[in-house]
């Protein structure tokens, strides 16, 4: 019988929480044992399987690493706030005092982002559109301090407290569960003063899939989120399949006769890196100089799929297939196996790489020297190396999920998700490809594209609405 996208993501979610607790507990032989006992292997396999590995998963966290989550949040306790810094996307413009006054101004929060707590995509996204909107003057990107808002500039002692009015436009642009009493009494004030209020949201995994994210704020996200929403006018998704499962949380979520939230999406862009302001490392010069490297591009994590693309590239160098396999992405969370896989892999240095620090200079020459971009993920908000690729004309090869056929149409080779034979093949056939042959068409959308995308939504959402302006819902 065919399997359908839901089997295949619970039976690969199980998958990660055996590795998981094999790798914790190598003195423990009782998880071997049970997995050769077929009534075990059939409860596990069954809709309470996913449920039984978070358990454990859970007591060998609580165990294995209580003391390190311990001084991590002693750590956090006791340390003083860092002085205000200089960013990168803090670009010379004038203040916004000095600007033309608007009768409607669309600010960006992105507070999470300047205090170094947002990494990976959240962070890029944050970053890119604040530089879009220092470039244009569509949009302010503010951050919080001292329980007020601040313009984000060059010279952070130049930049004085904000106040909103009525009809601008708030959005939270990062992790609102990074900050949420900050968050929160900023919404407040936000609703106080007659101004519309948004969320932006780039998934909610940590409510549908939390197996598959990261353990020290899937609580907090799920325990924050129906607060968060139930204070915004607007919950914004990166994606229309984000905003679908925005939407359906939503409908499970808010019952009786309450107001919620609208909804919607914008589209992200992909002219992140600028190849002309530094060169790659040698080692990555190295690495893409030959033909047949192929790579990917996210955080080692278990919704990456990255032990469907290892599994892929093991059936092709036992058959002798002479190809190179590069990861670019920091370690993430609940990928001790998988890491233990990579740097034991007999093939780790010659023909596997794994690099957690690339730089933008390190990728943007992958992206224009690799075989293939791979991205074998189970679940995304987006996927945004995606659209990057896009944006030099290489092969994709991608799983075929909902969100990558979203943002790709007619672009990707896609594959069943968990589908390693098939990955094997594609990558083997693109392997034979004639290294002179015509590269794709190059296809961009620009982050101010993306901003205006964004800045569209939410002017069309907010136009109608008055005082009372959340939807009415009777479910």
């Known amino acids: 019988m065919q399997k359908t996208y839901e089997d295949l993501l619970q039976q690969y979610q199980l998958r990660v929480a055996l590795n ?19 009534d075990v292997m059939r409860l596990l396999r069954s809709s309470i399987g996913v449920s039984l590995a978070t358990f454990y998963q859970h ?54 982002t300047l205090r170094g707590h947002t990494a990976g995509g959240i962070k890029r996204v944050a970053t890119q559109l604040s530089k879009a909107a220092l470039r244009s003057g569509l949009a302010v990107p503010v951050y919080l301090k001292g329980g007020q808002l601040w313009e984000v500039h060059r010279d952070m002692d130049a930049s004085i407290p904000l106040t909103l009015k009525k009809n601008d436009i708030y959005t939270i642009m990062d992790e609102f569960w990074s900050l949420p009493d900050e968050h929160l009494n900023a919404l407040a004030a936000a609703n106080k003063s007659g101004a519309k209020t948004a969320l932006c949201l780039h998934d909610i995994f940590p409510v549908e899939l939390p197996l598959l994210v990261n353990p020290d704020y899937a609580d907090t996200f799920a325990a924050l989120l129906p607060q968060f929403i139930s204070t915004v006018d607007i919950c914004m998704g990166v994606s229309k399949v984000t905003e679908k499962d925005i939407r359906a949380y939503i409908e499970r979520t808010i019952k009786g006769i309450e107001r919620r939230p609208k909804t919607s999406s ?13 060169e790659p490392r040698a080692e990555v010069a190295e690495l893409f100089s030959r033909e047949r490297t192929f790579f990917s591009v996210g955080t080692v994590e278990p919704k990456k799929g990255y032990d469907v693309t290892l599994d892929a590239f093991d059936l092709l160098w036992q058959k002798g297939v002479d190809v190179r396999y590069v ?108 290294s002179d042959a015509a590269p794709l068409s190059k296809r961009t959308r620009s982050w101010d594209d993306s901003l205006v995308s964004l800045i569209n939504s939410l002017l069309t959402l907010t136009s109608n609405m008055g005082a009372s302006s959340r939807e009415e819902s009777s479910i």
């Not at 094999?22 to 997995?35: G, T, Y």
């Not at 000095?98 to 929060?109: E, V």
């Not at 914008?266 to 530094?278: C, H, K, L, M």
């Not at 943002?407 to 098939?422: H, W």
């Open 20 to 38: 998981e607790l094999r790798i914790c507990d190598r003195e423990s032989a009782e998880i071997l044992v049970l997995k050769n006992r077929p």
């Open 59 to 112: 007591q060998v966290w609580e165990l294995r690493e209580a003391r390190e989550s311990a001084a991590k949040f002693l750590f956090k306790f006791l340390s003083k706030p860092e002085p205000e810094k200089k960013h990168d996307f803090a670009i010379e413009c004038p203040p916004y005092r000095d600007r033309k006054p608007k009768d409607r101004s669309i600010y960006l929060d992105v507070t999470a």
């Open 266 to 278: 914008f589209n992200i862009g992909s002219d992140a890196f600028d190849i002309n302001i530094e």
């Open 327 to 434: 990861v670019f992405g920091r370690y993430g969370w609940n990928a001790k196996a998988l890491k233990s896989r990579i740097t034991s892999h007999p093939k780790y240095g010659t023909q596997l790489h794994w690099l957690e620090d690339g730089s933008d200079a390190d990728i943007s020459y992958a992206y224009s020297r690799g075989a293939a971009l791979i991205q074998s993920s189970v679940a995304e908000g987006f996927g945004l190396p995606i659209i990057e690729a896009e944006s030099y004309g290489i092969p994709i090869i991608a799983s075929d999920i909902l969100i990558f056929r979203e943002i790709n149409p007619g672009r990707c080779t896609f594959f069943e998700v968990c589908d390693f034979l098939k990955l094997a093949d594609i990558i083997d056939s693109i392997s034979n490809q004639r």
